[in-house]
């Protein structure tokens, strides 16, 4: 089916520490990094995320020894792109000067995994032969700065990786629990004079502790899913590679998974939650500091928005 040919990853320039946030919002360093493990990220200043997501997309191409041209599909994974439309993958797609299909996939936090997932289905039905998978979300332009409770968790960050042909995907498994209540970020009003439904602020809403059990129990679920299907043992993982949302929910759901931390990836505690980022920024992070080996079989597991959860498990 498909295996991964590069990854590469792309940050604004300003970062902010957890001090940084308490010169003007009633926090502190203590409770964002007690609480989340996060200690600093990276926030847009003047990038939008097609510069970013541009950069990752131009560098994974150049490290898949690969030009534009050759891409026969471009799957971009994100909450909201710079325009309503046209989509962000067709932005990238001209930014790029590749000729291929391009679309969007919305599944927040867990979008990579589903975009991979779509793009296994066209592998299998051998419409392309390369595939470029884009995630990336301007997390710091959806949330309050007025509330603590949500801004402090997120940075901004694009991740990209070049698939080509191959057997490294092991197992895929998805899923959506649609659920309004624990996470979302409502559309705002445009200015119809029929419309009748009242204005409303457009910042992400989230109830923590419900996604941290969601977050943790999901985890869970889907690694032992992904193993089964792939028919290896958790032991048999050389990394778990979770979505980076809190320090505490990798913790946890790597105790329960009988995974040492030694043999998890993060990176959220300079990051933050850069939502579909997360998981390609942080194998970047993880192939820069030479931790990942070829034929290392890794665990990915998602969750986010939705609610949607994703996991799979590949050979590097
Ligand atoms: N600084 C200081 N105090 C704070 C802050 C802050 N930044 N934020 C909240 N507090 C206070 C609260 O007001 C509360 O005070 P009170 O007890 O006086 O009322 C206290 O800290 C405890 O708040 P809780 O919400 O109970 O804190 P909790 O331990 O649950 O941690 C957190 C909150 C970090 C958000 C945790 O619940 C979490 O990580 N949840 C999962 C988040 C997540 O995974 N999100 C995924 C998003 S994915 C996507 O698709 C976008």
Redesign the pocket.
Known sequence: MFRLLSVASALPKCRKTNDD??GF????DE??SQ??GIRERAVCTDESLTELLTTAGKEALARAGITAQQLDLILCAT?KGDYITPSQACIIQKELGAKCPAMDIGA???GFLYALDVAAGYFVRKKVQKVLVLAG?V?SKLVDWKD???????GDAAGAAVLGEGDALKSISLSAKGNIDF?N?PHVNGNSPFDSIPEQESF?A?N??E??R??VSSICHDVKEVCKQASISISELDWLVP?Q??L??IESAAAKLKIPMEHCLTGIEILG?T?AASIPVVLDKAQSESKLKTGELLALSA????L?TGACVLTW
């Open positions: 946030l308490s919002l009633d926090t502190s409770w964002i609480r989340t909450i927040a936090c867990t979300d997390m603590r409770s949500t801004c402090v968790l997120f996470l970020i992400l989230m923590g502790q996604v941290y969601f977050a979505h949302a809190n505490r929910i939650n939502s969750f986010g928005a939705g949607t």
